[in-house]
């Protein structure tokens, strides 16, 4: 596929990311021996900072970008975007996204009480600037300048059988979740049938579809199986896995490896200028279904990956970040 061109300035004017003003200047909050400190010391590295592991992916596709393109340009401008916002301590995307936790827990965990501290968190953080004001009432249009309202945040409790409380929490841009999609298996248009080969071809036709939409170059999380929405649930909870790790089923940690060399083969590119970078990675797991229904969930992650996870000592303080 020829490369495509377009002029510096155009690129320039497409994907930089403004960083998102905050009411009053911000500084690090420090984390002290309560929930909430901690929360809101959560969202604000959230929000500001990427993790290592997503880092190390960017800046290898930097390197393999050949110089002088606009593939190159796009990858110099995310990666100044990154270290600016780290050192401002403030918003990667002036889309701060949907908010969503995830939190695994012992038994005798109170979640009403931790749902409510995460809200108060969410309000201060939005003071701050951390989060920009991104909760709008579906109904009436209006936004919402706590950031709350019926099912924002989301919060997603699973009980285990560690005694540490594990909290992560992602920032899901509307870029990136408008160019997710199903798949019902068989699917017609491209003869995908219901087996693995038919799988491999849907998620290549998404990436297909998305043509650098969603703030590219991404990351796939997928989830084969299981019913519309539990399927959507557990393809978002594929992004909470490091972009380093190796998926335990054999099967599916070649078909995350073959979707992404596949996929950088296309030469969509990072916002689809073109280039050797359409995604960064691709994480996949599979649910059981009924005979009847067979879904392909594919959530996509935007560049600006921001997703975190902190353990909660005893008194409340960050005992350990995740990520």
Not at 216 to 230: K, M, N, W
Request: proline share 5%.
């Amino acid at each position: 596929m020829a490369k495509k061109s377009r002029p510096k300035a155009a690129a320039k004017k497409i994907i930089k990311k403004k960083v998102a003003s905050p009411k009053k200047k911000t500084s690090p909050a420090k984390a002290s021996g309560d929930v909430f400190s901690s929360l809101l010391e959560l969202l604000r590295r959230t929000s500001a900072e990427l993790p290592d592991d997503i880092q190390k992916v960017i800046l290898e596709a930097l390197s393999r970008e050949e110089k002088n393109t606009t593939a190159e340009y796009a990858l110099k401008i995310i990666q100044d975007n990154i270290a600016l916002a780290k050192k401002k301590s403030q918003p990667l995307c002036q889309d701060t996204g949907t908010v969503l936790f995830f939190i695994s827990h012992p038994a005798n965990f109170d979640q009403i009480k931790f749902a409510d501290t995460a809200r108060k968190a969410i309000v201060k953080a939005t003071e701050l600037g951390y989060l920009r004001q991104n909760s709008v009432n579906s109904v009436t249009g209006k936004s919402e300048p706590s950031n709350l309202g019926p099912g924002h945040p989301t919060f997603h409790f699973h009980q285990h059988k560690s005694a540490n409380v594990e909290v992560r929490v992602m920032l899901k841009g509307g870029g990136c979740e408008n160019v997710g999609i199903q798949y019902s298996l068989p699917y017609g248009p491209i003869e995908a049938g219901r087996d693995m080969a038919g799988v491999r071809k849907v998620i290549l036709d998404g990436v297909v579809k998305a043509q650098g939409q969603g703030c590219g170059p991404g990351v796939l999380g997928i989830c084969i199986g299981g019913d519309r929405s539990s399927g959507y649930l557990e393809s978002k909870e594929q992004l909470l896995r490091k972009l380093d790790d190796t998926n335990p089923d054999k099967a599916l940690h070649e078909l995350e490896t073959d979707i992404v060399a596949s996929c950088n083969r296309l030469m969509i590119g990072p916002m689809g200028f073109g280039g050797k970078t359409t995604l960064l990675g691709c994480k996949i797991c599979s649910q059981q279904r009924v005979p009847a229904s067979f879904f392909v969930s594919i959530s996509y992650m935007c560049w600006a990956y921001r997703r975190q996870g902190i353990v909660l000592g005893k008194n409340g303080a960050i005992s350990k970040w995740l990520y």
